[in-house]
């Protein structure tokens, strides 16, 4: 049996941290002010300070999925 360096439980942290982060880009995208009309929508808080801090906690939960350490399993001979 082949010792990888991530176990599954890897993978699926760091998919999760990934859809947070797509989820926080998302949340930070929308319309935005062109020459004849201002939106003021650009300076909502789920823009400004909401998606930001969902980014980054994707970006962290990336690195604990990367840095945790699979559980090595004892193989009987």
Do not use: C, Q
């Not at 002010?33 to 990336?62: M, W």
């Amino acid at each position: 049996m082949k010792n990888f360096a991530f176990d599954r439980m890897n993978y699926i942290l760091i998919a999760i941290g990934m859809a947070a982060v797509i989820i926080g880009f998302i949340l930070m995208s929308g319309s935005g002010s062109n020459e004849t009309t201002f939106n003021t929508e650009i300076f909502s808080a789920l823009r400004i300070k909401v998606a930001p801090a969902v980014a980054f906690l994707g970006f962290a939960f990336i690195v604990y999925g990367i840095m945790h350490r699979p559980k090595d399993k004892e193989v009987k001979s």
